[in-house]
């Protein structure tokens, strides 16, 4: 069984900073790509940010030059530093990750329970 658990959401307001968690723990045999996504009310879910295994990323255009992805593959984490935070970044932040618990299974893609951001103006 794998579990995939956010953690640093919050309350601020617009312009201070947040940094997200997600740690994957369980039956891990090896971990791919690890992103995060949103979805604000009455929104669809939407991409964030991504980040492969050897460290390249890709960014939501909304976000660019303002959230930093990284992970520790050390610690099956991920990581979003989200600073100049607006008021149309609020949501429920979902962490995710393609994930293989054996050699001989097929990766998939698991999910965070969610975090909730909200910035204020």
């Known amino acids: 069984q794998v579990r995939l658990v956010e953690s640093g959401g919050g309350l601020v307001q617009a312009g201070e900073s947040l940094r997200l968690s997600c740690a994957a723990s369980?039956?891990?045999?090896?971990?791919?790509?690890m992103g995060w996504h949103r979805q604000a009310p009455g929104k669809q879910r939407e991409l964030v940010a991504v980040?492969?295994?050897?460290?390249?990323?890709t960014y939501a255009d909304s976000v660019k030059g303002r959230f930093t992805i990284s992970r520790d593959n050390a610690k099956n984490t991920v990581y979003l530093q989200m600073n100049s935070l607006k008021p149309e970044d609020t949501a429920v932040y979902y962490c995710?990750?393609?994930?293989?618990?054996?050699?001989?299974?097929?990766?998939?893609?698991?999910w965070g329970q969610g975090t909730q951001v909200t910035v204020s103006s």
């Open positions: 980040i492969t295994g050897g460290g390249d990323t």
């Open positions: 369980g039956s891990i045999f090896s971990i791919n790509v």
């Open positions: 995710n990750a393609e994930i293989r618990t054996a050699i001989m299974v097929a990766r998939r893609p698991y």
